[in-house]
Nanobody, 120 residues
């Protein structure tokens, strides 16, 4: 069983910063990538940032403001969010693309989500 637990969400004023963290636990053989998605009310879930051995990728809407970092040895991924805007308000979900045992295919795992609200 694999679990992803997020922390760090909350309420912040426009222009402020938040740092999200996600820790993976359980039976993990190999992590291909970890990332963050978000879902705002009435909208589909969208990719925010993803980090793999090949580097980091960001949604255009967060480039230059958000920074993703990962430590797969510690099974953790963080998202530093600066210059937050009201449109960043959403539930943020941690995602991990991993393999639980050698020979098994990779699959996606999700955290329970953490609320980020940007408002004055």
């Amino acid at each position: 069983q694999v679990q992803l637990v997020e922390s760090g969400g909350g309420l912040v004023q426009p222009g402020g910063s938040l740092r999200l963290s996600c820790a993976a636990s359980g039976s993990i053989f190999y992590i291909n990538g970890m990332g963050w998605y978000r879902q705002a009310p009435g909208k589909e879930r969208e990719l925010v940032a993803l980090i793999t051995s090949g580097g980091a990728n960001y949604a255009d809407s967060v480039k230059g403001r958000f920074t993703i970092s990962g430590d797969y040895a510690k099974r953790m991924v963080n998202l530093q969010m600066n210059s937050l805007k009201p449109e960043d308000t959403a539930i943020y979900y941690c995602n991990a693309d991993l393999r639980t045992r050698a020979g098994l295919p990779r699959r996606d795992y999700w955290g329970q989500g953490t609320q980020v609200t940007v408002s004055s």
